[in-house]
C-alpha cells in the first residue's frame, strides 16, 4: 500500500495562482503512476491530469491546458499541481490518486487516494 496526502489548497481571487502537493509514503513510490482528479459540487469527479514514472505528464482537461502543470520528484516522494491563473469554474476538491501498473484517465483506474483538498475561487 501507499498513503497520500494533499496540501496546498485554499482560497484565491480569480487569476491568482496555488501549488498543490501530494506527499507520498512508502518504498516503491517511483514505480507509480501519479493523478490528479477534481471535484465540484454536485459534479462527477473529473480527471485533471498523470504523470508517469519517467516524469512525462499529459493535461486531460481542455479547460486547464496552458494553466495547470503536473510534476513529480521521486526523490521528495511528492507529486505538484501549479495553477495559473485560476477561474472561478476551477473551485473543487482535488484528489491526488495513485496505481502500480496503469497510468489511465477514470477514477476506477486507481488503487490509492488521498483524502483531497479545497480549492475555492473567489470572482
Known amino acids: 500500500q501507499v498513503q497520500l496526502v494533499e496540501s496546498g489548497g485554499g482560497l484565491v481571487q480569480a487569476g491568482g495562482s496555488l501549488r498543490l502537493s501530494c506527499t507520498a509514503s512508502?518504498?516503491?513510490?517511483?514505480?507509480?503512476?501519479m493523478a490528479w482528479f477534481r471535484q465540484a459540487p454536485g459534479k462527477e469527479r473529473e480527471i485533471v491530469a498523470n504523470?508517469?514514472?519517467?516524469?512525462?505528464?499529459?493535461i486531460y482537461l481542455d479547460s486547464v491546458k496552458g494553466r495547470f502543470f503536473m510534476s513529480r520528484d521521486n526523490a521528495e516522494k511528492t507529486v505538484d499541481l501549479r495553477m495559473d491563473n485560476l477561474k472561478s469554474e476551477d473551485t473543487a476538491v482535488y484528489y491526488c490518486?495513485?496505481?502500480?501498473?496503469?497510468?489511465?484517465?477514470?477514477?476506477?483506474?486507481?488503487?490509492?487516494w488521498g483524502q483531497g483538498t479545497q480549492v475555492t475561487v473567489s470572482s
Open positions: 512508502g518504498r516503491t513510490f517511483r514505480d507509480y503512476a
Open positions: 490518486a495513485a496505481d502500480r501498473w496503469r497510468v489511465g484517465r477514470r477514477s476506477s483506474d486507481y488503487d490509492y
Open positions: 504523470i508517469g514514472w519517467s516524469g512525462g505528464s499529459t
